[in-house]
């Protein structure tokens, strides 16, 4: 099956810096990346996905990369806030197919200093 | 708010035991998969259903079963609890078969004890 990595674990930032998860995976086939957002007790949080037809998507401040050659995709978080402060999860999953699962990282704890 | 709901949200019980933990999709949505969430395994896809059937199967116990009814709510059944099964354990839906957006449902907290 599929396997994510995600790094860094932890990421502490100053205000108004930015911030950059990376992820890779294992298949191939894989074809969709989102990115959830996971506050202290509570859901994960869909923020932002990509798919493997596109290079790179914005979203006011948070953006995402995929290269599919080298398997791996990015998020990118400019002027970061204190509320962006939260646990990060990139996952994959083969679109289209019956086998809708997301494969996790393992999660990037992300403190935003004020 | 995701329109994912699961009850209930704290459930403390005893070795042993059995629990079901319930989880209704958005409205229109058709399929719903099961997450663990345990501090040292992260998010581990359990189980996923789309309109009745299961669909596909990650790692699941098989103390552990679930089912989809014609409402489409889900319930996730776990018996002879251990201690290792506390965890926080989330549903999330999508609209269609092949969509792979999910969104998730609050968690049901289980604390084995």
């Known amino acids: 099956g599929e396997n994510v990595e995600q790094h860094p674990s932890t990421l502490s930032v100053q205000e108004g810096d930015s911030a950059v998860i990376k992820c890779t995976y294992s298949?191939?086939?894989?074809?969709?990346f989102p990115w959830y957002k996971q506050e202290l007790g509570k859901r994960p949080q869909l923020i932002i996905d990509?798919?493997?037809?596109?290079g790179e998507k914005k979203d006011q401040r948070i953006a995402v990369t995929l290269n599919k050659t080298a398997k791996h995709f990015s998020l990118h978080i400019t002027e970061t806030q204190p509320e962006d402060s939260a646990v990060y999860f990139c996952?994959?999953?083969?679109?289209?197919?019956?086998?809708?699962?997301?494969?996790f990282g393992r999660g990037t704890q992300l403190t935003v200093w004020p | 708010d995701s329109g994912v709901t699961q009850t209930p949200k704290h459930l403390i019980t005893a070795t042993g035991q059995r629990v079901t933990l319930r989880c209704s999709p958005r409205?229109?949505?058709?399929?719903v998969y099961w997450y663990q969430q345990s501090l040292d395994q992260g998010l581990q896809f359990l189980i996923q259903?789309?309109?009745?059937?299961?669909?596909a199967k990650g790692n699941i116990l098989e103390r552990f079963s679930a089912q989809q009814f014609p409402d489409l709510h889900s319930e996730l059944n776990l018996s002879s609890l251990e201690l290792g099964d506390s965890a926080l354990y989330f549903c999330?839906?999508?609209?269609?078969?092949?969509?792979?957006?999910?969104?998730f449902g609050p968690g049901t907290r289980l604390t084995v004890l």
């Open positions: 999330a839906s999508s609209n269609k078969q092949f969509q792979n957006e999910q969104f």
């Open positions: 298949d191939s086939a894989s074809n969709y």
């Open positions: 990509i798919r493997s037809n596109v």
């Open positions: 996952a994959a999953s083969e679109r289209g197919s019956t086998l809708g699962r997301l494969y």
């Open positions: 409205s229109g949505d058709l399929s």
């Open positions: 259903y789309y309109n009745g059937e299961e669909r």
